[in-house]
């Protein structure tokens, strides 16, 4: 019996269970805005994001899955190092998803790498280059998310006033749709690359892959392809109800106007980046931009959730980077005391993962808290100063 084999198979297995909490983690950033401004029914949301998740693998090519991959050298890129890396990202993740926190699923599995590769190797075992390129993009993603949706506000309040279009106007839901469906693939096409990126460099790590031609990618069998967007859609069609809750409704006030400028904000921050080879947050290009929209709409922002959610991306690496150390010491430990361990906070976080997924709240607890129209035009006349920014609930 081939263990090295079987062990590769789980691990891709734990790397695709990444790739689902990624789908339902950051279903928010395209959805969130078309759900708070009801240009689309909540039931339909995630299905819809889901579809243009998929939809991005016939299109866009590997460029963020090699630059992710490359992140600890070949050499380094054992068993214990990307499991570790793994269940680093996935623990940040759900635990940030169970408090409604939009986090960077991008910042946990780069940490993760980055924990597990310097407690293999020190720091001769990174790739600076590709940390450096992820870096790059995930520090300028929020800033060009936020200024496009700010700007565009702006161009958007000209156009009202010379059609006559109030700020609900039919038309500026179909952009919200248009823009949230480009979101959606943007967000497949950066993000389901991130885990083709592990799973290849596990692969490429245990010899079953090679390097390209030109040196810089990895070639990529097609089943990694299909079961990486797969495992993105099927996580983004479960919804991840916490998280759209503080996206559309906790951040600011929507409405269909500021809600297309936040969508096209987002989406031009994540084409350009995967673009590049970056592998960017779509979340925060996707917080960020929902900030700017709001901000320049002048129903302002709940800076407490904005002040929490920027306090979760800078601890994400760090942390991520931690608990990859930890566990992969772990791993390191004589052969029987490192099963009982590892299995130990395996099963104990397994448990605490599923009895949060059958306590959480789901699109019919959404709905109830949707402002109506009315509600939202009682607001904009009278947004008394503490709830400035934010949205009415029930």
Do not use: C
């Amino acid at each position: 019996m081939d263990w090295t084999l079987i062990t590769i198979i789980l691990l891709v297995g734990a790397a695709l269970i990444f790739d689902f909490t990624n789908g339902f983690h950051d279903a928010a950033n395209s959805v969130g805005t078309v759900v708070a401004t009801r240009a689309l029914p909540a039931k339909w949301a995630p299905a819809f994001s889901a579809f243009f998740n998929f939809l991005a693998l016939f299109v866009v090519g590997t460029a963020v899955a090699s630059t992710v991959g490359k992140t600890v050298k070949p050499e380094f890129a054992s068993v214990a190092v990307i499991f570790a890396a793994l269940f680093a990202a996935i623990a940040w993740n759900y635990i940030t998803w169970f408090i409604g926190m939009p986090s960077s699923s991008s910042h946990a599995i780069i940490g993760g790498l980055v924990g597990a590769g310097l407690a293999a190797g020190g720091l001769g075992a990174i790739s600076w280059g590709s940390v450096q390129k992820a870096a790059i993009g995930i520090i300028a993603s929020p800033l060009v998310a936020f200024t496009i949706a700010f700007v565009l506000m702006y161009i958007i309040f000209v156009i009202q006033k010379i059609f006559k279009m109030h700020d609900d106007h039919v038309a500026f839901k179909g952009v919200q749709l248009v823009s949230a469906a480009a979101l959606s693939f943007g967000h497949g096409a950066n993000d389901a690359q991130k885990t083709m990126g592990v799973i290849g460099a596990l692969l490429l790590g245990a010899g079953y892959i090679q390097m390209g031609a030109d040196g810089k990618t990895m070639a990529l069998p097609l089943w990694v392809e299909l079961a990486a967007y797969s495992a993105i859609a099927l996580g983004t069609l479960w919804g991840g109800w916490k998280i759209i809750e503080t996206m559309g409704l906790r951040i600011t006030t929507l409405h269909a106007n500021s809600g297309a400028a936040a969508n096209i904000g987002a989406s031009t921050a994540i084409f350009g980046a995967t673009a590049m080879g970056a592998p960017i947050s779509t979340t925060q290009a996707a917080a960020s931009s929902v900030v700017g929209g709001g901000v320049a709409s002048g129903k302002g922002a709940n800076w407490k959730v904005v002040g929490e959610m920027v306090l979760a991306w800078v601890a994400t690496i760090p942390f991520a980077a931690a608990i990859s150390f930890g566990m992969y010491w772990l791993t390191q430990l004589p052969l029987v005391l490192a099963w009982i361990l590892v299995g130990g906070v395996t099963g104990a976080f397994t448990v605490w993962v599923v009895w949060a997924m059958r306590n959480t709240v789901h699109a019919e607890d959404i709905i109830a808290e949707i402002p109506t129209e009315e509600e939202l035009a009682e607001f904009d006349e009278d947004p008394t100063p503490h709830l400035k920014g934010t949205p009415p609930v029930h």
